[in-house]
């Protein structure tokens, strides 16, 4: 049996543990320097220019990015994001089990790399693909004569399928782990006691992945709410969207003086993304419980 130390000793013995520990404080000091510059400057700047109207502080500005074309860009940007993430939910969620289920390593390891490269792939070269491959003269569109069907790429659903280029990969990244989680013995008990594959993933599987599933929706809706070069190389000002109308109020394109309302449609953006991580936070707590059990 290891003998006490004296009382004498225990002190040392934890001077010399907090200086071990101290070093570790330490480097962690020039990360949170880093994001009070990079993300506590811009944000005070968007405060101060978002409440400032001719010299003093007022809530005009976020009155009038709720009104006229400003709203509607918002609510644009809104309805594009939900429907591009849903559509990413489902496409992503059964070519993620394909993955999971697979008993090949190479094809695993080959679909998650390409999600991964896929997921960042975006801006304009993202919009110059589609164009050459999708646009008015595109090559598929000229072969397959897309054209003469009415098809447009340069529409509200041909950003949804562009989208959808990059929100299908990072839903696979997303909801991966999670199906992994899934324990054998579930579905083998399942099986075991009568139950279809079906009941199955209704009754067993997809509650147990609800979580995950909803949370990996609330990532791809805040990535598609943030898009912006992608949809400013194709489309323009053709479909409405925030960060478009944030450009061009920075830019004074439209009215000159806008800058302060740009400022408070980033607010604006902000609140949505606040909003989002509060649902998102919770679901991926809740869901690890489940899987990590």
Known sequence: MTAALPRADVAPVASAKRRRRAPGWLAVVPL???????????ASA???????????????????SLQG???????????????SAAL??????PLAQAVVSSRSRWLREA???????????????????????????????VHLGLKDSGWDLYSFWGLVLVYLYFLVPLMV????????????????????????????????????????LLGGLVLLFGSAFAAYATA????????PLVTL????????????GQENVALALSLDMVLVAGLVMAVYLPLQRRSARWLDA
Not at 88 to 93: D, M, P, T
């Open 88 to 93: 990413g939910a489902l496409l992503g969620l």
């Open 232 to 239: 400013a190389a194709m489309v323009g000002s053709a479909v």
């Open 245 to 256: 109308q944030i450009a061009d109020a920075l830019s004074g394109n439209v009215l000159v």
């Open 111 to 141: 679909v998650l790399t390409a999600s991964g490269v896929l997921a960042n792939f975006g801006g304009v070269p993202l919009a110059f693909a589609f164009v050459a491959t999708l646009g008015n003269a595109g090559v598929l569109t």
């Open 32 to 42: 949170l320097v880093f994001a009070a510059v990079a993300f506590g400057l811009p």
């Open 173 to 212: 990244l997303t909801i991966t782990p999670a199906l992994d989680g899934l324990r054998t013995q579930w579905r083998e008990a399942a099986l075991n006691n009568g139950a279809t594959g079906v009941q199955y993933w209704r009754h067993v599987a997809l509650p147990v992945l609800a979580p995950s």
């Open 46 to 64: 968007i405060l101060d220019g978002a409440f400032t109207v001719e010299g003093h502080y007022g809530a005009q500005n976020l009155t009038t």
């Open 69 to 83: 074309p400003y709203l509607t860009a918002l609510l644009g940007s809104v309805k594009l994001s939900a429907l």
